[in-house]
Every structure is written in C-alpha cells, then in structure tokens.
C-alpha cells in the first residue's frame, strides 16, 4: 500500500478550538483564514449556464465538448497571451486537484521514476508522486539538480506560478529557461496556474500581454508545446470549486495519452459543468468583478498584518498574504489565534516555510474588516 502523508488540516483542530474560544468584541467569533475556499456567490452566467444543461440523461465526452475545447482555446489567446492553443490539446478534469494527484500515473510514472517540485508548494505535488509510486524530489532551481543520472533526473517537473502558497510569479526569461532545460533532457513540464487571473502588481499589463505568463507563452515555449501542460482551475476567478470545474491544456500528445487512460478509468467531467465550463471561460466580465473584491480585501488585510508587525513576503498574486515574523510558524499562528484569527502554517507546503504563515482572502467583506481590525488592536 502507497505510504501517505498525515492530512495536515487535521492538526489545526487544536488552534481552531484556542481561536473559537477568544472573546473577540466584534460577535463575529472565529475568523478562519486558513484555507482558500470562495465565499461569494457564484456567477449568474455560470449558474444559468449550469441549469440550462440540467437535462443530461447521457453520458459526456471524456475529452469534452468540442465547444468547451475551443472555448478553452480561446481564453489562452484573450486572457493569457497564447494565441496557438490547439484545441485538441485541451480536456477538462474533475477540478485541478485530481489531475495534480493522479497526472504522474496517467502519464505512466513509476517505481524509479522522480517526480520534481518546489520547496514551499502545494503538498499535492508530493501526493501525485507517491499514488504512482514514483520518487517525490524537492526541486529549486535547475542547478540543484546537480549532475543528471537515471535515477535522479525528474521524468515530471512541476512548475507553479502563481505560486500557492507564495504567490510568486515567475517571468517569462525564468520559464524559457526552465523549458528548455527540459527538452533538452526529456523531461515533461506540468505547470500549475491556477491564480493567473488574480495579480496584484501595478504593471499588470494589457489583455493580451498579462504579465502573468503562462508556461503555454510563445516568448516560453518558442512556438512548440511540446512537452509542456497547463493546468487550470476556475475554483478560484470564478467560484467554482463546488463545480469541481478545470482543464489542462498543452501537448495534444500528452493530453491525449492521459485521455486515453480517463477514458478506461471513467474520470469524465459531468455535463452540466462542462457547459458551466464553456460559459466560464467565455465571460470576462464577472473575472474582473470578482477580482476588484479581492483587491479590496487584500488591501484591508495587508494593512492589518503589517500593523501586527509581520513580514509580507512575495503575494504578487493569489488569494493569500505569504507572511513572517521571523519565527517558528506555529509560534506565530498562536499569537494570531489569540486573537479569534485561524490560518496555515507553512509547514503544509515544505521545509521552505517553516517560518511563514499562510493568511488567506477568502473570507466576507465583513469577517477581512474584522481580522484587520484585530491585527491592528495587538
């Protein structure tokens, strides 16, 4: 049987219970911002979307609708820049997670094999490499992965940017070199992208040069996709991650021998969410809508965990403030637990975060104005 991780979450029940009992003034109680789950309402487009397929008596297309394809296809050309999508090298998968957990076994890894990601990152990473029996190998930056043997080089790198839970972004000249690092030693790169549509920094860009690029970026990639996969979810731009609804888009060659697969296993996206998908990806306007919440909470936060005297590290972009104070993680979260405040270690996410705290933004305009309001008290 594949030796797993403990699930980390569960260890916050103590601190929970510490933070639910503080009498805090406000009667809004605790106020937990530890995990990046949405708590706005859907979309209309979405949700109107999602009702006008409620009638699905037969079974969806493992790789999608050819709607939903191009659909996908689209989005990379307006939203992100990567105009040469092919929609043939797009499916949708059952939200980001299961493709990240289960992405090494589809593409064949195993026993021998290494499984490459960073040191403070989603700890599905390492979750997919074990399921497949495959070796999980902390990887930051190419020269740390010192001489290449069979047994050492990574068959799968994963590459995250916006980076969870950092919020770094990585620049186009960082993934260019990374890809083709990659070619050069047959290694396929899965980059997770998840937040690309929420970046904070001032020079943003336009619509179609964000300066979020993707891993798919023709100033990336040089014309070829060869090797590489996006992997996207709408959870966060567009509340949806009760839908379960993402894609992964890229080598038509890679998507295509990891459908081949779904389709024996049965991991199909219902019908219903693929509509909801198509109708997603084609509206911006709720994208921005959504955004300008955040922005705001994220500005009401930052001036509170600042008045507390913690470090803001990285943030570009994301739903979470990557912060510090120079202390073990579970030293500050108590102190932020004392005052009614729940957040993540970031232990959760590598040895690379043993001294930070991941505060998240998903909370009501209310309960953010609250937190901020008890950081700045002390």
């Not at 497949?132 to 790198?157: E, Q």
Request: hydrophobic share 45%; aromatic share 6%.
């Amino acid at each position: 049987m594949t030796e797993l991780p403990d699930f980390p979450w569960d260890s916050l029940a103590p601190l929970k219970e510490r933070a639910s009992s503080v009498a805090t003034g406000d009667g809004l109680g605790l106020i937990d911002l530890s995990v990046g789950t949405p708590v706005d309402p859907t979309p209309e487009v979405v949700q109107d979307a999602l009702r006008s397929a409620a009638d699905a008596p037969g079974y969806p297309q493992t790789w999608g609708t050819p709607a939903l394809r191009e659909a996908v296809a689209g989005w990379f050309a307006t939203r992100r820049g990567v105009p040469d999508v092919d929609p043939d090298g797009v499916m949708p998968t059952i939200g980001s997670k299961e493709l990240v957990a289960w992405l090494p076994t589809l593409l064949g890894l195993g026993p021998g094999d290494v499984v490459g990601f960073p040191s403070a990152a989603y700890p599905t990473y390492d979750v997919g490499a074990r399921l497949a029996r495959a070796t999980p190998r902390v990887v930051d930056g190419l020269a740390a992965l010192g001489p290449l043997t069979p047994s050492t080089s990574p068959k799968l790198l994963w590459v995250n940017s916006p980076g969870n839970p950092t919020g770094k972004v990585l620049g186009v000249p960082h993934l260019a070199k990374v890809v083709a690092w990659a070619r050069q030693h047959g290694v396929i790169v899965a980059s997770d992208e998840c937040y690309a549509e929420l970046d904070w920094r001032t020079d943003r860009g336009t619509e179609t040069a964000p300066t979020t690029p993707s891993i798919l970026d023709p100033r990336v990639t040089g014309g070829s996709h060869e090797g590489l996969l996006c992997v996207y979810s709408l959870s966060k731009q567009s509340n949806l991650a009760g839908y379960r609804a993402a894609f992964v888009a890229g080598d038509p060659r890679l998507v295509r021998r990891v459908l081949e697969v779904r389709k024996h296993a049965g991991m199909i996206v219902p019908w219903p969410v693929q509509v909801a998908i198509t109708a997603a990806v084609g509206d911006a306007a709720h994208v921005e809508a959504q955004k300008a919440v955040y922005a705001a909470r994220r500005a009401t936060l930052l001036a509170g965990v600042r008045a507390m005297g913690l470090q803001v590290t990285d943030s570009d972009a994301g739903l979470y403030l990557w912060v510090t104070a120079g202390e073990d993680a579970w030293v500050t979260l108590g102190r932020l637990a004392e005052r009614g405040i729940l957040a993540a270690p970031g232990t959760f996410y590598g040895p690379g975060g043993r001294q930070h705290v991941r505060i998240a933004l998903t909370a009501s305009d209310e309960q953010i104005e609250a937190a901020a309001a008890r950081l700045t008290a002390g």
